[in-house]
């Protein structure tokens, strides 16, 4: 949605006044590799979408923010100093957690009317809801004449998340669409959030994300699920190896050496993880060296482990993964975020985009009865204000 329509909108909802609007917005991810390894003091290595939650805002004098939705009728409505948990309509679980986030911390006081709209595809693994988060914090602290420390910004868009909309994710979509820089991934340690931003050579390679439109609606319970499975392997390993914190100082060595007391399913997830982590450190390098074979081949292998030891593909995502491997100048595809639907990301040379674009126009409907959309997308910048001022 463009400015002016939003503008437009925004009159419509909340009358027309003469000061200028006060703007944000904050970018969706995609995870290049290094998945489900946030939340076990892991690697990551995502990069800012060119696609964001963009909110437009007039600050209040009292302490109501009244936020509209360019896709909900519903108009959310909470008073900053009495934020409730659990109230209609959903989707205001995200800016209720973040403003109860932002005024325990003394930063928030007065609220805005304000509205939010996306182009980052919804349930797509995307990082919508992340996105919305950190928005949701930049207009607020923007309204209040108030700045915050980015990894303390992430920190308290996470808190909403696991406390709001009861999901409890790791560091990663929060701390990356924070601050991301254009043109760059970044590899994270989850542990002590030291990063690299590693530049990628957009004249050589390209990313593909295809949507497989699989809502990954099961995903709360299932990844509740995996993130105990991995607490219970470290229980179990520590035993043996009490300095084991966490999954991230598992070697396989030590895992195999636990593998007798460990139930097989824990086994494999545990893994997972392992295995996710080297590969994440090597395709970093890879992407330095420039050598897109080699970094192809480690999205292919954390396809696999994702779908065969942590059990968090879907045949859908699967296929996609499929058909790209089959394409000219395709150098590696994987599911992306935390699975059961959403979607892939491929990596390739400029030819290849439009190539596989059509080969899953053609195979993939026949594959899974359905369609797949799909968008060439380049590393984008983190959160931005975009206008500050209403004197
Ligand atoms: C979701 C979570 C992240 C991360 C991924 C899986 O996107 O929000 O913290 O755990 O799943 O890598």
């Not at 007798?260 to 590969?279: C, G, L, S, W, Y």
């Not at 396809?303 to 150098?331: F, K, M, N, Q, W």
Request: net charge neutral.
């Amino acid at each position: 949605m463009s400015q002016t329509e939003m503008k437009k909108l925004f009159e419509s909802k909340f009358g027309a006044d003469s000061r200028p609007y006060l703007e944000v917005r904050a970018p969706g991810r995609v995870n290049l590799i290094g998945e489900h390894t946030d939340y076990n003091d892991g690697f990551v290595f995502p990069m800012a979408l060119t696609r964001h939650t963009t909110i437009l805002a007039k600050a209040r004098t009292d302490a109501t923010v009244r936020l509209a939705s360019a896709i909900e009728p519903q108009i959310a409505e909470f008073k900053i100093d009495a934020v409730v948990k659990k109230e209609p309509p959903k989707w205001s679980a995200y800016p209720r957690g973040v403003a109860e986030a932002l005024r325990t911390r003394g930063l928030i006081s007065v609220g805005v009317d304000a509205l939010a709209a996306t182009d980052v595809p919804l349930g797509g693994g995307l990082s919508s809801s992340a996105s919305f988060e950190v928005a949701s914090a930049l207009i607020l602290l923007v309204a209040n004449h108030k700045q915050m420390d980015k990894v303390e910004l992430a920190s308290a868009c996470q808190w909403a998340e696991h406390h709001y909309a009861g999901v409890p994710c790791g560091i990663m979509d929060q701390f990356i669409s924070a601050m991301a820089e254009e043109g760059h991934a970044m590899l994270l340690d989850c542990r002590d959030l030291t990063r690299r931003q590693i530049p990628l050579d957009n004249a050589q390679i390209q990313f593909l994300i295809v949507n497989s439109n699989v809502k990954h609606e099961l995903v709360q319970g299932e990844y509740t699920g995996r993130r105990n499975q991995c607490q219970r392997a470290v229980e179990t390993i520590a035993r043996h190896f009490p300095l084991v914190k966490a999954l991230r100082d598992v070697t396989i060595p030590m895992l195999d050496e636990s593998r007798m007391q460990m139930d097989p399913v824990v086994f494999r997830r545990a893994r997972h993880v392992i295995t996710e982590n080297k590969r994440t450190l090597e395709y970093a390098a890879a992407l330095e060296a420039k050598d897109w074979g080699r970094a192809g081949q480690l999205m292919y292998a954390s396809h696999v482990s994702l779908r065969d030891d942590y059990g968090v593909s879907c045949p859908e995502l699967d296929a996609l993964v499929e058909i790209a491997a089959t394409v000219d100048g395709i150098y590696g595809a994987r599911m992306t975020g935390g699975g059961f639907g959403g979607s892939i990301v491929a990596m390739g040379n400029h030819q290849s985009m439009k190539a596989l674009q059509a080969a899953i126009d053609l195979q993939y409907p026949e594959k899974s009865g359905r369609q797949a959309t799909s968008f060439v997308t380049t590393a984008g910048a983190g959160a931005q204000v975009l206008q500050a001022s209403q004197i």
